[in-house]
């Protein structure tokens, strides 16, 4: 009878010897490509904030150029290795949640088996002294027989009180447990949040690059790699850009009138850079032609004609892209031609860098049949 019992309070003890170790994540992650590859990011940066102060030469833009794409193939190779080390990390975290989510099992486990022990022993101890109780009303043992029993009873209610320390331990170790679950999946969620953003930036990077390499293309198509041609074109963007200046500078002085649908209030012409006769249509948010001094209007306040045209399929042949056919316009205004071709868009395009020292070109152009 004493083995059964001994048995009974001993069990529980050497079950709760179960080992219960916190899991810790450990970047194993080697960061010194992401280190090395944005040390030579700064560099490139810093390189090509010194090229864009130097003297405007067909050499300085072709190596300004050169070092935007060495700049952006560094971008995309750091990307590349963001990306490696993310998912390692959301491997490793993957394998540490699994086992916290055994560990917090076992300790589930374990907390109901203490549970359901120490029921069943309270429920002993009080059998056994409903007995002691007996025996010393009737008597039908021997002072010896007793005296186990005091003592039997005296070991019960020390281990008893043991296992209530150790359910105590089980309780705070499975709630550690379940807040570094917890921050664990916190941490899972906010690197694949991070990993979309640096694949959305890889794909950015990757678009940067061609967009970047064919304009180096055009640059050396239109020029012949001359620098005379080169700088023929500058002179001509120039005009462009005061030839528009003169012309909006001119209207300051004159009564400004409302016209008429329909009514000619410009007409087409080849008075600055282009590859041809062509209407330069730009759109802008000033309340007087007073607002208009000098050159600096000319690049501020200035609205995507877009947003202002009537959707309209119209020939695209810009030169930056492939031509052909392209449905545009979001607004409600009549396109200023019946059927036009558009020979540059508005915004950063292929010749911003290179002939508007890399400002946006803040218009349409256009040209065809009136």
């Not at 560990?103 to 002993?124: M, T």
């Not at 705070?172 to 570094?180: E, P, V």
């Not at 004159?254 to 850079?273: L, P």
């Amino acid at each position: 009878m004493f083995n059964k019992k001994a048995l009974l309070w001993v069990l529980p003890l050497i079950f709760f010897l179960i080992p219960i170790v916190t899991v810790l994540g450990q970047d194993t992650v080697n960061k010194d490509e992401v280190e090395e590859l944005e040390e030579k990011i700064e560099k490139y940066e810093a390189k090509i904030n010194d090229l864009q102060g130097r003297a405007k030469t067909l050499a300085n833009e072709i190596e300004y150029m050169n070092s935007q794409i060495s700049l952006t193939e560094l971008k995309i190779q750091n990307s590349v290795a963001k990306i490696s080390k993310t998912e390692k990390e959301i491997q490793k975290l993957a394998g540490d949640i699994e086992d916290l989510k055994a560990r917090i099992l076992k300790l589930e486990k374990s907390i109901d088996y203490q549970k359901d022990v120490l029921s069943a022993r309270i429920r002993e101890r009080y059998k056994s002294r409903d007995e002691n109780t007996m025996v010393v009303l009737f008597g039908s043992v021997t002072l010896e027989t007793m005296v186990q029993k005091v003592e039997y009873l005296k070991a019960m209610e020390r281990y008893d009180n043991k296992l209530l320390v150790e359910m105590g331990d089980t309780k705070t170790r499975y709630d550690m447990q379940k807040n570094l679950f917890e921050q664990k999946k916190d941490e899972e969620e906010k690197l694949k949040t991070q990993l979309l953003n640096e694949k959305a930036n890889l794909d950015t990077y990757k678009g940067n690059l061609v967009g970047q390499q064919e304009e180096k293309k055009r640059l050396l198509e239109v020029t012949q790699n001359d620098e005379t041609k080169y700088q023929n074109l500058l002179a001509e963007a120039q005009r462009e850009l005061n030839q528009i200046v003169g012309a909006a500078g001119a209207l300051v002085n004159t009564e400004s009138r409302s016209v008429k649908k329909g009514e000619r209030i410009g007409i087409q012409g080849n008075t600055g850079y282009s590859f041809g006769a062509h209407l330069h249509f730009g759109v802008y948010r000033y309340s007087s032609l007073e607002e208009i001094n000098g050159w600096n209007w000319y690049y501020s306040e200035y609205v995507d004609p877009l947003k202002k045209l009537e959707s309209k399929t119209v020939y695209w042949n810009t030169g930056c892209e492939s031509a052909g056919n392209r449905k545009v316009g979001k607004g409600d205004w009549e396109w200023p031609m019946s059927n036009p071709t558009v020979s540059q868009g508005f915004g950063v395009t292929c010749w911003s860098s290179s002939l508007y020292g890399g400002k946006p070109h803040p218009a349409l152009d256009m040209y065809g049949p009136s």
